[in-house]
C-alpha cells in the first residue's frame, strides 16, 4: 500500500528504507533535514509492507528551459529484503501517475555510478527510463 509520508512519526518509520540508500541519515537528523526538504516542495511517498516502510521515493515539481515542467526523483530506495517484489516500480506508477495529472513533460532521477548501481540501473532502463546526459557537479569547498 502506497502512503504519504509527510509528519515526523511517518519520517521516523521511514529511517531504515531512507538509510539503505543514503547512509547519513539516522534516526537523529532525519527528521530535521526532511521537514525542512518538504517545506521547500520534497514530497516523500512509501510502499508499507508486511508493517514497514519497505519502499520510498522522494520527489519535487521542477520547471527548466530544457524539461518544461517536470518531476525530479531524488531519492529511490528499497529495504534489501523487500527487494524485486515490485515495490519500487508501484512508486514510479504513482509518481508517474502525480506528474500526468499536473500536465508535466517528464520524470528525471539522477542514479550513481558503480557495480552496487547496476540492479538500480537495469530497473530504471527496464522501466523505461533513458539515460540522456552526464551529470557534472562542482563541490564548492567553504
Request: charged share 20%; with cysteine; proline share 1%.
Amino acid at each position: 500500500m502506497i502512503v504519504e509520508i509527510n509528519n515526523e512519526a511517518g519520517i521516523l518509520r521511514a529511517t531504515t528504507v531512507m538509510n539503505a540508500l543514503r547512509p547519513q541519515l539516522n534516526s537523529e537528523n532525519i527528521v530535521p533535514i526532511l521537514m525542512k526538504m518538504m517545506q521547500n516542495g520534497y514530497h516523500l511517498i512509501g510502499f508499507e509492507a508486511d508493517g514497514v516502510i519497505a519502499a520510498a521515493l522522494g520527489y519535487r515539481f521542477t520547471e527548466h528551459l530544457h524539461w518544461g515542467k517536470a518531476i525530479y526523483i531524488d531519492d529511490l530506495s528499497t529495504i534489501e529484503e523487500y527487494r524485486k517484489k515490485g515495490y519500487a516500480g508501484k512508486l514510479l506508477d504513482h509518481v508517474k501517475a502525480v506528474a500526468m495529472a499536473h500536465q508535466c513533460n517528464q520524470i528525471h532521477l539522477d542514479s550513481g555510478l558503480g557495480a552496487n548501481r547496476y540492479d538500480a540501473h537495469r530497473f530504471y532502463l527496464n522501466y523505461g527510463f533513458n539515460i540522456t546526459s552526464h551529470h557534472f557537479a562542482l563541490a564548492i569547498n567553504k
